[in-house]
């Protein structure tokens, strides 16, 4: 149900917001060396910015091929096949691609220096398409659906661009090939309209198959992450084995063993490098 409330944009900004926060708060942390802000922001920025690229490559695409705005009626076969070849061709497809290209800028940045950057920058592109998108859905969805929306929608947009920022890391240094980079582009399209088509179809099982997409991807983008770390590591490109802030509250290291603030150990496991 369409929602013009201005109580639900009240209600959901703060929540969009605190959301991108922690997820950020998280990954940057976690670091060993800070990103740059300006480059963090810049990337989250891009980001959101692709939301408005996607949509009307979106609407083009769908006067192109002849289903924009037709009833269920006219739609080609049925209209829940045609919403899937819709969700599995075209949206998926093009939302990564907008989110690829996003990043792409900081990939021939210097401050690309390790293997998880890609990984870190990726997801901060869909970072930012996932809160504009979610804050776009406040008006057709109102509060309550942006609660729901958050705990998948904003979170999968990063970690189905994460996926394909490992394999933009390794390939910088030469551990994976580019044609590898294209293919995980590729496996997050189609994953993407998967996702999708449960969610636009509305049906119990789809809807269920979506949530279990959402939920291992998730898992998969922080074993990548930690494996990312240790291969950093093993190329010589992370060399310290503290955290300078930690990872647990943010709060900076200054005794490079337990935070002084909530006590959580700051020592990484170590790797031979």
């Not at 992370?238 to 709060?251: I, K, W």
């Amino acid at each position: 149900m369409a929602s013009n409330n201005l109580a639900d944009y009240i209600i959901s900004l703060p929540l969009i917001l605190l959301a991108g926060y922690l997820f950020l708060r998280y990954f940057y942390f976690k670091q060993s060396e800070k990103e740059p802000a300006s480059k963090v922001i810049l990337v989250t920025i891009l980001g959101g910015i692709s939301v408005a690229i996607a949509f009307y490559a979106e609407q083009f695409f769908a006067r192109y091929i002849g289903i924009a705005n037709l009833g269920p009626d006219q739609l080609p076969y049925s209209e829940v096949v045609s919403k899937m070849v819709i969700m599995l061709l075209f949206v998926g497809f093009i939302e990564e691609l907008s989110k690829f290209l996003a990043a792409m800028p900081i990939f021939f940045s210097k401050d690309f220096n390790r293997i998880r950057d890609g990984i870190f920058y990726m997801a901060l592109a869909g970072l930012g398409f996932g809160l504009v998108e979610d804050f776009i859905y406040v008006g057709r969805v109102g509060a309550g659906g942006v609660i729901l929306r958050l705990a998948f929608g904003l979170l999968f947009h990063p970690a189905a661009s994460g996926f394909i920022g490992y394999y933009l890391g390794r390939a910088k240094y030469g551990l994976s090939s580019m044609s590898a980079v294209f293919a995980a582009l590729v496996r997050s399209m189609l994953l993407h309209g998967l996702y999708d088509i449960g969610l636009v179809l509305q049906i119990p099982i789809l809807a269920a198959f979506s949530t279990a997409i959402a939920l291992l991807l998730y898992g998969y983008i922080f074993i990548l992450y930690n494996n990312s770390e240790k291969q950093d590591r093993e190329l010589g490109l992370e060399t310290s084995s503290v955290y300078l802030f930690c990872p647990r509250c943010g709060f900076p290291n200054a005794h490079k063993d337990f935070c002084v603030k909530c006590g959580k150990k700051l020592l990484k496991d170590k790797v031979n490098v």
